[in-house]
């Protein structure tokens, strides 16, 4: 009876431990940053599917996706004794296989909050393979030929961002020639995004009064009408 109880409760602080952890693994971006400074030999892990990985990524990642063949044997290959860091677009892939690995025995596992968008939207160094988009004078001309610019931030792999494209069709009917919109994918113009370092995560919206900045925000909540409110504002 006694070895039963000593049992449950070492079960019960196991358990306990496992989900402390699990549920203090996403950091954000300036705890990410120190913990690859502290150990360079981090294990830095892209979350997100190889074709996404091979146009962009962070420096000495590595790509391991749970819907791609050979899964199990590249969390096999990394070190269960170093760190592990993670990141994907936003949490969801990132966050799902960080929490696998604490299963499978890893001990310092952690997410990075608001993934890649975070990381070079605060203008961190990154491999990107693109070779064009808008560049920082394009965009400059813009604010300045334009009295109100709309500005949207994302990755055509970002869920979340693909449902903000509605809002801005509607708001193109709305307001027509007098709103200028900008749609800025991390694929074709991370150079510009990285340059504005103030992008905190997938999408992000900025509003341009003549040239100054009268709304910065990420997320779907309330975004059209808060819209709404200010560009009626301006008007």
């Given amino acids: 009876m006694k070895k039963q109880l000593l049992l449950l409760v070492a079960t019960f602080f196991s358990i306990g431990g496992l989900l402390a952890q699990t549920n203090d693994i996403t950091i954000d971006i300036q705890t990410f940053i120190a913990k690859i400074k502290q150990d360079p030999k981090a294990q830095i892990v892209d979350a997100r599917g190889p074709e996404e990985f091979a146009k962009n990524h962070l420096y000495n990642a590595i790509n391991i996706n749970a819907q791609v063949p050979g899964f199990e044997q590249r969390i096999n290959a990394l070190d269960k004794t170093k760190p592990v860091l993670i990141y994907s677009i936003q949490n969801g892939r990132s966050t799902a296989l960080a929490k696998d690995l604490i299963s499978k025995g890893f001990t310092d596992v952690h997410d ?7 990381w070079v939207g605060s203008g ?10 808008l560049s920082t004078e394009a965009y400059k001309k813009i604010l300045t030929d334009n009295k109100l610019v709309l500005v949207d931030i994302g ?7 693909k ?3 509605p809002i801005l ?17 991390l694929e074709d113009s991370p150079q510009l995004i990285a340059s504005l370092k103030t992008v905190t995560a997938f999408p992000y919206i900025i509003l341009y009064n003549r040239g100054n900045i009268v709304l910065q925000r990420t997320g779907l909540k309330n975004l059209k009408n808060e819209l709404d409110a200010k560009l009626v504002a301006l008007k």
């Fill in 112 to 118: 990075l909050l608001a993934g890649i968008g975070s």
């Fill in 169 to 185: 069709d509607s708001l193109r009917k709305e307001y027509g020639a007098a709103l200028k919109v900008v749609e800025l994918e």
């Fill in 163 to 165: 449902r903000v494209k």
């Fill in 155 to 161: 990755s055509e792999y970002c869920g979340a961002c």
């Fill in 124 to 133: 961190q160094p990154y491999f990107t393979a693109a070779t064009q988009g």
